[in-house]
Each structure stands twice: as C-alpha cells, then as structure tokens.
C-alpha cells in the first residue's frame, strides 16, 4: 500500500471515529438542554398553578378546566417529592397521543387542604427540533468526510511528488556514471533535506568507489608484477639440466605454490570487481557454442579420468562479460571433473532457462550452506576454495540463481536464467 493511501485510510479512519463519537455527544447535551428548557417552563407553570390555587378557595382543577395539561387530584399525603419526569401526552387538537413532559408536586390550598398537581406539555416539537439537528449535523458530518477523502486522494497526493521523483533518481543511481544525483527541487523542507542527505551520501559512496577501484587496479598490476618475474624464472630453472633431483622437486613445490597464489590473487581481485561492480562490459554470447568449446578443451581432462560426456544443448543467448562467462564454465567443469570418480560421468544440459551440470562423485551430498562460502573445500582439494564462490558471485552479478542438490547418486548445479 503506498503512504498517501495508508495516509487517507488511517486519516478517514481517525475522523470518521472522532465525528461519530462527537455527534453522539452532541445530541445527548441537544436532548439534555432542550429539557433542561422543556422542565423551566413546567416549573413556570407550576409556580402560576400553585399561586392560583393559593389564592382562590375554590376548586384549583379551575385553573385547567379541560384538564388537557393540568391535574389536580385531592390527597391526604402532606409531603411529595417534587419530580420531573417523561410521559403520554394526549393532544386534544390532534386527537393523539404524543411524547411529553410532566411535573408532579404538592399544592396545599387553604385550610390545609392538601392537592397533588401534575402539568404535562407535549415534546413533540422539541423532539422534532432534535431530529432536524441530528439530519443536519449527519449530513454535515458525511460532506465533511467526502472533502478529506477527496482532499488526500487528490490534492495532497501532489504533495509527494517530489519524493517519487527522488526515488525515481536514487534506482537509477549508477555508481560507475559520472552524472551524479542532484535531486528534484521541492518547497517542502523534509524533500530538501532528504534530498540534501542523499546528494552527501551518494558523493562519499562515489569518492569510497574510485578509491577502491584505483586500489584494485594498482593492487593487480603491482602483485601479479613480481609473481610474473618468479614464475618466468622458476621456469628457466625447471629447464635446467645440472639441477638436482631433490633440487628440481623443491623448485616444482615452490613453482606449483607460485602458480597457486596468482590464482589466489586473481580470485581475489576478481571477487573485488564484481563485489563493487567494476566489470560492466557485456556482449552477446551464444551460451551453447561456448559450452561445445569448453567440452573440447577439457577433453584430456576428461579422457585422464575416463569419464563420459553427456550433454544436451539448446541455443541460448545470454548477454554478459565472456571473460566471466569463461571463469564460470571453467569452474563449473573444473569442479566436476576433479571431484569425480574414474569411470564417471558428466551431464550437461542446457535450455531457454537454465545450465545444468550434474557429476557423479561422493556418495553424500555437499553442504549446501557452505558450499558457496569462500575457502570452503575438500580436504584433499588442491583448489583454491574460492571457485565456486566466484560462480555465485558471477550469477549475482547478472541475476542469475544458482543452487545444488543431490540426486540419484549425482551432483547437480544448476543455474537458472
């Protein structure tokens, strides 16, 4: 749900609760003051019974001779609690019966002769009064409503413009483009400075990535250097005849740890590029030729252990770095070549949405939560650990997915497009 729509839900939600409780209110203090008037009048026209009684020695029922409002009924009671209360009023005019409201009280009339008066008016009017009120204030209370849901739908809904506007500019931020984010102006103060804060941080974020990719540039260029110059000179020792057998063993360890800390680096530097998304060429590459390719290369690997190909390719077109692609495909066979048995074999099957390669091999299946980790490997590995955590990180970096399981005594990689 987007914020102006939680925005007007939640504002909508919180008026129409206040209102409803509001209007509540608001007719009972209508009711209680419309008879606090209705009783104020009874009162007064008590008061002007009790004095006609007192002043005249006949009957007071004169006072009321139609007895349509007033009661006078003879008692023996000398005290009566004066009250207030609702009841029947029957309209002579009309000839009906309506709400009304009544006062009952004790009149004492000349020689201690003692009357109980009850005065009763009708409430219709102020009954009607109240329903009138109460349609207004309901009729109010819903276009009121309709104009703040059509105020937020609507008119305040402009009001975040700026901030999609800004989110717009923030996903298509690149890093590696050198337009930085300026951000949209706005006269709202909290854009303004929301939009402040983003143009700093992504200046530092761009300043942190040229540092890093200078660093990598010159960390590549000054380590692979002197491994050149010892792996080139351990070659014209290797090639040496007066050389020792013991000798020649110690260069061949020294000239194998060589070999295997410029793979090291180069693993490295690599996970560094594509970590800071430092490789960005792209190119068409059709993923089944090169797959044909990579099987004709790691044919004497394969023929060495007498494993069996097996492979099923449709034609594929994927867009990314060849020089990636190469890094993954060589893992990928590496790995299932190495870690598989004599006699083994090898599937490689590849359609419109995914590359999958399966090996035979131990009988119990790999980590899978480790598995992708770097410097994760075999005991008796002679890798690097860092190979098929340059796989995962490839297929990230292209949005790929990629995951393991074992099947049927098989173990299988499988990259889905």
Known sequence: MKLSEHYTR???????????????????????????????????????????????????QLYDLDRDHAIFVKTNRQQLQKRFFDTTYFNPKEQRAEPGRAVEDLVKVNNNNYYKVVITISRAGQKYLIEVITIITLTLLAGLLAVLFITNKYLLNDL?????????????????????????????????????????????????????????????????????????????????????????????????SINKSSRLNNSLLLLAKLENKLITEEEPIELDIMLAEKMQQFQELMQSKNLLFQHQLEPKQILASKYLVDILLNNLFSNAIRHNITGGIVIIQLTAHLLSIKNSGGANPLNTDLIFERFQKGKESQGTGLGLTLVKNICQHYGYTIHYHHEMGLHAFVITF
Request: aromatic share 10%; glycine share 2%; hydrophobic share 40%.
């Open 160 to 256: 975040w413009k700026p901030f999609r506007l800004t989110l717009k500019e923030i996903k298509q931020f690149n890093i590696a483009d050198v337009d930085q984010f300026t951000g949209k102006p706005s006269q709202v103060d909290e854009f303004t400075e929301l939009n402040e804060a983003i143009r700093e941080m992504s200046l530092r974020v761009t300043h942190d990535y040229l540092k890093l990719k200078q660093f990598t540039e010159n960390a590549s260029h000054e380590m692979m250097t002197p491994l050149a110059v010892v792996t080139t000179k351990l070659d014209t020792l290797i090639q040496d005849e007066t050389l020792g057998a013991d000798q020649l063993a110690q260069i061949t360890d020294i000239y194998s």
């Open 10 to 60: 939640t504002s909508v939600y919180i008026t129409l609760t206040v209102l409803l409780f509001g209007a509540v209110i608001y007719y009972f203090a209508i009711n209680y003051i419309a008879q606090q008037q209705l009783d104020r009048g009874l009162q007064q026209q008590l008061t002007e019974a009790e004095e006609y009684a007192r002043s005249n020695d006949q009957n007071p």
